[in-house]
């Protein structure tokens, strides 16, 4: 059973969010799974993060390394100027996950910045 709640208060987010659904590679950063290139879906996107659907169920705070088609987006200017890129891709942080009822995970994630420290097992 679904219900649809709808959100009448204030806008909780900095950044407006564009519906954009393409093709996303990305990997988990941890020593066990960051040789294995996963694909999902980008839902949408912001200058400070980014909505996808994946197949992986991944934990809150987990670093992924993300590599989607950034040139489309004009909003990406904001992405190339403050976030973490690494090996032509971004660098996020695991920040929201729920479950769908077709066995994949709509995942949220923040951006790291440029100013932000990685975890010591990140991109290992």
Not at 35 to 60: F, H, P, W
């Amino acid at each position: 059973m679904s219900v649809d709640i709808t959100y009448n208060g204030p806008e909780k987010r900095e950044s407006i969010r564009i519906d954009f659904c393409k093709p996303l590679a990305y990997k988990v950063c941890k020593q066990e799974t960051l040789a294995r290139l996963l694909e999902g879906y980008t839902v949408n996107v912001s200058d400070a993060g980014l909505l996808c659907n994946i197949k992986a169920q991944v934990q809150m705070m987990d670093i992924l390394w993300l590599s989607f088609d950034r040139n489309v987006l004009v909003t990406c200017e904001e992405i190339e100027r403050h976030s973490l890129i690494y090996q032509n891709g971004v660098i996020g942080k695991v920040v929201r996950v729920d479950g769908k009822d077709n066995g994949t995970f709509d995942v949220g994630l923040k951006f790291l910045t440029r100013e932000e420290k990685l975890p010591a097992q990140a991109l290992v």
